[in-house]
């Protein structure tokens, strides 16, 4: 038998070879296509045991056994797993993209949202049977037919668009580089930046270090070039990318300006199309949002609550600059390089000395003991077959029973994907006794932790244990968020089980959620002892931590506000076409959000690929959206620490637990942090996080 169609348990890693990637995903996309065909058939009833269960059971075996080939491209990425997984890529994307184009599926669906059964079925299986119906709507399923076509035209359009833009931005960042020839100026620049900027220079056959304008080359460069000059011929350039004016002759070729005015125009008929005022509307269909006046609300009451400290920031760096750098003027090219040299001066601290009171072991059973305290349950070494020897594997049981179960892939490696990730293997919902269609057991889930850390030096009685960074710790706390979404679900439908269906911008709640016990202290003293002392983290080196880690968020929220708020007007309130410009917009934004103004030929929405060529469009509000909510709940932890002199709180851990983790997808997001904190949510918590409480 093809291990990789064996669902009885856990995935047969110790079994399952590239070889059987082929044979059984054909087989599963041949059975899913023949089942498909059967239950949109008129002689299948709309209802949910003859229709959506077995949808529903073939289309996990499906993402089931895919999701191991797709796991094992990500962590073990040699020749035969990569052609094996590319060979069949395809051929999936196009069975995914036919069921979300299957009209005959949509009017299945209907009809069960017009059965009499639908008032019968559970809150979460109407939900569902919801989420299936305006998906289907949103690419167009409800138009009349005369308007198909022109829709279908949109989508194609908008998608060249969108990589477009994104080639030209590529095309533009990767044409102008700085050949330096006298070290001296590169002074201030750190040593691997200038290795990396040697060794470029060496690949183009050149003499002398070559500076880019992609991430690792340009940040640097702004951050600690002492030359001023080379600051600013780099700004310049990184600055007016795929502008009007700064083609690679000065010519136009790489424009991406009148890209975002199609578009925009594009974006907007599609939104009319569908029966919405404008396309931030369609973003916000899904989303926890509920209007743009609403988000729009959300940032510009951030943006006030945030001004007075961004403008402290501003003295403060401006003075710094002129007092102690000579600056009598602070310049675009001039800021990220004075607050780097303010920074040091304020609250210098080496990663290095930090590294040594975090290391693995220590780290681990820490962030094992908050999830045990948090939520009264064991988490304990388990076996099973795994995809490398430095993989572990734990389960979580509560009351002697099982909860989950996850993997825990720690270690950088040259086949494993860079980053840190959660995914799923298993996911929890309630089994179907084959026998009589009866309630069966619980399926548990099991989840996948991956993230890229040092590995431990040497090896047997030699051996040291790696030491992570504090942002690794970091890391590591974000992915279990994901990962106890995941695995403390208690919802017994699987496709808003977990993080199924659960709301975009709120699904970073549980995982930024988690990264705040990384900066409790008494969280801190016990994961940490220093690898050759084995004391823990001392007081004066975590509080410059904390000051290092607030510096100048006043300013850093109202850059997010600024970009955030143009997203949004952009796609609300301004209508392609009718006088105003884009840059027209962004100078309004500007003058109402920022408190430095950057030169007039900067052109950033022309680089702005978030949202002009992934998928953020009238979304990216949601990085401060989902901050505000996990800020906000934890601050739930720090009231009950007031009495109990501890934010692991057990009582406030079991209902974090039942109306957030344990409910999922199953109900909107708003409801479940209205359920935990007993009102809607307020920026106030995490501007208090960031340094920037309002003195009562
Ligand atoms: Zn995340």
């Known amino acids: 038998m093809n291990p990789l169609l064996d669902f009885s348990g856990l995935p047969r890693f110790d079994a399952i070879l590239p070889d059987h990637v082929t044979p059984a995903i054909r087989q599963l996309l041949t059975e899913n296509r023949a089942l498909i065909e059967r239950l949109v058939g008129a002689a299948t009833p709309a209802s949910w045991d003859d229709f959506v269960q077995p949808m529903l059971d073939a289309g996990e075996r499906m993402s089931r056994a895919w999701g191991i080939v797709g796991h094992l491209h990500s962590v073990n990425d040699v020749p035969s797993w990569r052609e094996a997984y590319n060979g069949m890529l395809p051929e999936v994307s196009s069975f995914y993209a036919e069921l979300g184009q299957n009209l005959a599926l949509f009017a299945k669906y209907k009809a069960l949202s017009e059965a009499a059964e639908f008032k019968t079925l559970s809150a979460a299986r109407r939900r569902i049977i919801e989420n299936e119906l305006r998906d ?349 979404h995941h695995l403390l679900t208690q919802v017994d439908e699987l496709p808003v089980s977990g993080i199924h269906g659960v709301e975009w911008d709120a699904v970073e709640l549980p995982s930024q959620f988690m990264e705040n016990f990384c900066w409790e202290w008494d969280v801190l003293q016990g994961m940490t002892a220093h690898a050759d002392t084995g004391e823990s983290l001392p007081r004066i080196l975590y509080d410059k931590m904390i000051a290092a880690k607030n510096f100048q968020s006043g300013l850093q929220t109202l850059r997010q506000v600024e970009l955030g708020l143009f997203d949004l007007l952009l796609h609300s309130e301004f209508v392609p076409g009718a006088g105003q410009s884009v840059l027209d917009l962004v100078a309004q934004v500007r003058r109402e959000v920022a408190v430095f103004t950057p030169p007039e030929w900067n052109r950033f929405p022309n680089s702005f690929s978030h949202i002009f060529g992934g998928g953020y469009a009238a979304g990216y509000y949601s990085y401060k959206w989902a901050e505000v909510l996990s800020a906000d709940a934890y601050e739930a932890f720090e009231e009950a620490s007031r009495k109990t002199g501890s934010t692991l709180d057990a009582a406030t851990g079991e209902r974090f637990w039942r109306e957030i983790l344990a409910v999922g997808g199953s109900r909107p997001a708003l409801d479940s942090f209205t359920a935990f904190r007993g009102r809607a949510p307020s920026p106030d918590a995490l501007l208090r996080h960031s340094g920037m409480a309002v003195a009562a």
């Open 136 to 484: 289907f709507r949103l690419s167009g399923a409800e138009l009349p037919e005369d308007k198909k076509p022109r829709f279908k035209e949109i989508q194609e359009e908008l998608s060249a668009l969108g990589a477009k833009f994104s080639e030209n931005l590529l095309d533009a960042t990767n044409a102008h580089a700085e050949m330096v020839d006298n070290e001296a100026e590169l002074a201030g620049l750190p040593d691997d930046v200038k290795a990396a900027a040697r060794q470029a220079a060496e690949k183009d056959n050149q003499p002398g270090w070559k500076l880019t304008l992609h991430g690792p080359s340009i940040g640097p460069v702004l951050d600690f070039a002492e030359n001023r000059d080379l600051r600013a011929r780099m700004y310049r350039a990184y600055a007016t990318r795929a502008a009007e004016f700064a083609g690679p002759t000065g010519s136009v070729d790489w424009d991406n300006g009148p890209l975002i005015d199609r578009l925009l125009a594009l974006r907007a008929e599609e939104a009319l199309m569908l029966g919405y005022a404008n396309f931030a509307e369609v973003s916000l269909a899904p989303k926890m949002a509920d209007t743009p006046a609403q988000v729009a609300k959300f940032l510009r009451d951030l943006a006030s609550k945030a001004r007075p400290f961004a403008e402290k920031d501003r003295t403060e760096l401006s003075v710094f600059a002129n007092k102690e750098l000579g600056l009598a003027e602070l310049e675009a090219w001039d800021r990220s390089w004075a607050s780097e040299k303010l920074k040091q001066a304020r609250y210098s601290f080496s990663d290095k000395d930090v590294k040594q009171y975090f290391p693995e072991p220590k780290v681990i059973q820490g962030l094992f003991r908050v999830i045990e305290t948090l939520f009264a349950v064991k988490v304990a070494p388990d076996t099973a077959p795994v995809w490398n020897p430095d993989v572990r594997f734990y389960r979580i049981e509560r009351d002697g029973a099982l909860v989950g179960q996850f993997y825990l892939d720690l270690y950088a490696r040259d086949t494993k994907r860079g980053g840190a990730w959660m995914d799923e293997a298993i996911t929890r919902r309630q089994l179907l006794n084959p026998a009589g269609g009866q309630k069966g057991g619980i399926q548990t889930p099991v989840a996948y932790l991956n993230c890229n850390f040092p590995a431990p030096v040497g090896a047997g009685e030699n051996m040291r244990p790696a030491t992570f960074s504090h942002d690794d710790v970091i890391t590591l706390f974000h992915e279990c968020g994901h990962g106890l």
